[in-house]
T-cell receptor, first 115, second 113 residues
Framework: EAQVTQNPRYLITVTGKKLTVTCSQN?????MSWYRQDPGLGLRQIYY???????DKGDVPEGYKVSRKEKRNFPLILESPSPNQTSLYFC??????????????FGPGTRLLVL | GEDVEQSLFLSVREGDSSVINCTYT??????LYWYKQEPGAGLQLLTY?????DMKQDQRLTVLLNKKDKHLSLRIADTQTGDSAIYFC?????????????FGKGTKLSVKP
């Protein structure tokens, strides 16, 4: 089954304690990205990756890091989490090109609370 | 810059039609999308429309596109309680990363029995 998986699904942490949210896709997609979803703000892109070892900032990259060492994995790293990073995070992947068939597939989400 | 706007809430009774509206800004968008987010879940593509179309129908869903006004709507006929979700309108972000979509803030549809 084609899917994007994220772990953990729920996480409560404290300010300053480094954490990593993993993302993995089994569709051999080149493009992957991370979004955060906040009430009243919709989805905002944090980082994206066009392929292995190719990453770039999205709209709200501050406080986040990513890496793309393998095609299937795209972890999101919070080196020093702060309460304003409390949010719902989504990983997504798609294959390149355009058109409706190249839709983005979203993971189930990771709900993060930073105390 | 590109922006996608939609109303935040819509409440309907079961069996009625729901109409969710969206406005977008990039007239060069080739495709426009509707995503559905059920409670506790990620976003799933619901339907899409190619920009050279005015209307697309898919079972209970009807998408209308007015390119002149940059207005997109999603109509759900015979709305059911299972349709309760947040619906996002999205357009490609040609000015940004390839493959990125710009999402509206989402319309929360509540269906009352």
């Amino acid at each position: 089954e084609a899917q994007v998986t994220q772990n953990p699904r729920y996480l409560i942490t404290v300010t300053g304690k480094k954490l990593t949210v993993t993302c993995s896709q089994n569709m051999n997609h080149e493009y992957m990205s991370w979004y955060r979803q906040d009430p009243g703000l919709g989805l905002r892109q944090i980082y994206y990756s066009m392929n292995v070892e190719v990453t770039d900032k999205g709209d709200v990259p501050e406080g986040y890091k990513v890496s793309r060492k393998e095609k299937r994995n795209f972890p999101l790293i919070l080196e020093s989490p702060s309460p304003n990073q409390t949010s719902l995070y989504f990983c997504a992947s798609r294959s390149p090109g355009g058109g409706p068939g190249e839709t983005q597939y979203f993971g189930p989400g990771t709900r993060l609370l930073v105390l | 810059g590109e922006d996608v706007e939609q109303s935040l809430f819509l409440s309907v009774r079961e069996g009625d039609s729901s109409v969710i509206n969206c406005t977008y800004t990039d007239s060069s968008s080739t495709y426009l999308y509707w995503y559905k987010q059920e409670p506790g879940a990620g976003l799933q593509l619901l339907t899409y429309i190619f920009s050279n179309m005015d209307m697309k129908q898919d079972q209970r869903l009807t998408v209308l596109l007015n390119k002149k006004d940059k207005h997109l709507s999603l109509r759900i006929a015979d709305t059911q309680t299972g349709d309760s979700a947040i619906y996002f309108c999205a357009e490609p972000n040609y000015g940004g990363s390839q493959g990125n979509l710009i999402f509206g803030k989402g319309t929360k549809l509540s269906v009352k029995p």
